[in-house]
């Protein structure tokens, strides 16, 4: 199973930017799609950005237009650019990537089959 670690969260000022990063352990080519999901205390787990093997790509409407998923094949990285940051963006962000199954890669269905540990980004006012 692909090994994922994310980094980059921070503190950051409401309007500002930040860049996460998820190191995967193998090649990123072979995987069926990779995502980037969210989550506060006390709520579900919110998928946020997926990236498919073609390089297609998906958002939430809460970050559309405001976060870029893309990815380094060479490096193994999965990127997450965050603009135009809020408070109600402060969460845990975590990595997550499908080895086995491409019919999970759909926004929304949050069931891929490997997952980071979490990076914390907090968006003051």
């Known amino acids: 199973q692909v090994d994922l670690v994310e980094s980059g969260g921070g503190s950051v000022q409401a309007g500002g930017s930040l860049r996460l990063s998820c190191a995967a352990s193998?090649?990123?080519?072979?995987?069926?799609?990779m995502a980037w999901l969210r989550q506060v205390p006390g709520k579900e787990r919110e998928e946020i950005a997926l990236?498919?093997?073609?390089?297609?790509?998906d958002y939430a409407d809460s970050v559309k237009g405001r976060f870029t998923i893309s990815r380094d094949n060479a490096k193994s990285i999965l990127f997450l650019q965050m603009n135009a940051l809020t408070p109600e963006d402060t969460a845990m962000y975590y990595c997550?990537?499908?080895?086995?199954?491409?019919?999970?890669?759909?926004?929304?269905?949050?069931?891929?089959?490997?997952w980071g540990q979490g990076t914390l980004v907090t968006v003051s006012s």
């Open positions: 193998g090649n990123i080519w072979s995987l069926h799609c």
């Open positions: 997550a990537a499908e080895e086995e199954d491409p019919t999970r890669c759909r926004m929304g269905l949050n069931a891929l089959d490997a």
């Open positions: 990236i498919d093997s073609d390089g297609n790509t």
